[in-house]
């Protein structure tokens, strides 16, 4: 053998069957190959199991797939190449030409643009309601077909929870499916509801350091198997090395999210108390309009304190620029910490109704608590919050 041909074709290393690493190699390889044309053939008529092309499955994405598919408490999952690339896939895999979806005025905007600007083009219809609103939610599943109900909770940013038992027995009563981005919640969070779909951003929590993007479809068997033909043709894979890097963050994820959980606990208190906020949005706390339903459904109130600064557009301003230890940026559930204004919010296609709806002032503020020492959060915040009573 040349060494031109060497190269392509270098030694293969096997392990003994009783000899294991104990973190799993990275499968960095697109193809896989069967040692006859006739296996390959049954695999290609899935008589066998195996793997032959990483945009179908690759073992490393797959040993990410049935981890999340457990901690979320279902059977089946696909990984995809981003969080929005989960929902736009789904969506796109589970709904049909004339087919109506539920969706709501606070989810996250993507998943609104998707439904109403791209699945609108291929005659979908949708009713955009307020997560509150359960009365309009019982009237229009009970005046049209529906395909399927689309939700968060706590929902992005000011922590509104959906009641997510009401939701998914109204839509089971109607024959809609429920799908739910839990990514606010976690994993560990809302598995023992009725739910048929879980969307997970895995950029957030999972990677937990903010170096890799990935999402995940999480539902039963027979829902991933009706999806995974779409999945391979729609394209937006996950890499193996960044599902390995996924893998490696969710062995901390649970300390991490009680952490910093914890954390955002001390800061919604403290912030409560504070003479420039003028009302706090965080589910742990007793004041929070649903708080009773929070502790019901939830066993960690989150990472995410929202607040609206008395000062409005101005106070948000200096808040923000006086920031040292937060950064001014999107996406949350990382190890820094991380602050949102509603400048940077991006519902400006909500007309002025439904952004009074959507219950974001001029003045709301979004932290993302990561795992700093919560003193010197506390310190961080108050040193910018006394900029905004000037
Ligand atoms: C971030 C986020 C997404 C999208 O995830 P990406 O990985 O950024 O594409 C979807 N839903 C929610 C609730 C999110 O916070």
Redesign the pocket.
Known sequence: MKKSTRVNHPPSIELAPDNHPLVAPIYQSVKFEFDTLEETERYLRGERPGFYYQRSSNPTTRQLELLLAELQGRDDCLVTA????A?SQALLALTSQGDHVLCFIES?N??RYLIRRVLARFGVEHTLLSIEDLAGVERTLASRPTRLVIF?SPT?PITRIADIGALTRLARAAGALSVL?N??AGFHQHGSFDVDVY?H????YASGTGDV???AVIARSELIRAMRNDFGVLGGTLDPHAAFLILRGLKTYFVRYRAQCASASAIAQRLAEHAAVARVHYPGLPTHPQHALAAQQMQDFGTIVSFDLRGGAPAARRFADALELFALTA??GATESLAVTSQMMGSRELNADLQRLSGITAGTIRLSIGLEDTDDLLADLERALATTEG
């Open positions: 981003s969080g929005v690339g929902i996250y993507p998943t968060e992005n981005d990514t606010f969307l951003s895995l950029t957030k993007m990935g999402g996406s949350l």
